[in-house]
């Protein structure tokens, strides 16, 4: 475990996930952390510093919006929403086509804050240590 549920809410300040649904997005945020860094925090848990608990929260925190978002509609990707009429429109495609574009722009989103709390650290540097 990376980051524990008192580090979210006392010095991260998190109240969005509640400490039953914890573990889960832990668990969950840790494997693509640990993707994205080459498995090098799993090898060597002293690099767990405020920065990688910090990322690991604010990930953790957009894996649950987007599990949430996914909920409301159906796993269907959004192309257009219209407030007044209430008129909604989603992508066209199959099911299995939106599973792996959510899944692609959840990628996406995960790695985009763990570069911005993570790229001048070495941690997701792609060569040799």
């Not at 994205?36 to 925190?61: A, P, S």
């Not at 692609?104 to 070495?122: E, H, P, Q, V």
């Amino acid at each position: 475990m990376y980051v524990t549920y008192e580090y979210y809410t006392e010095t991260f300040g998190g109240n969005t996930i509640s400490s039953d649904s914890f573990n889960k997005y832990e668990r969950k945020v840790r494997l693509s952390l640990d993707n994205f860094t080459f498995d090098r925090i799993k090898n060597d848990e002293t690099l767990i510093d405020d920065n990688v608990k910090d990322c690991m929260c604010e990930m953790m925190e957009k894996a649950y919006g987007i599990e949430q978002e996914e909920a409301a509609t159906d796993g269907k990707i959004i192309t257009s929403e219209s407030v007044d009429g209430h008129s909604v429109s989603f992508a066209i495609s199959d099911s299995q086509k939106n599973e792996i574009d959510q899944s692609r722009i959840t990628k996406i989103k995960l790695y985009n804050i763990a570069k911005d709390y993570l790229l001048n650290t070495g941690l997701l540097y792609r060569g040799l240590d």
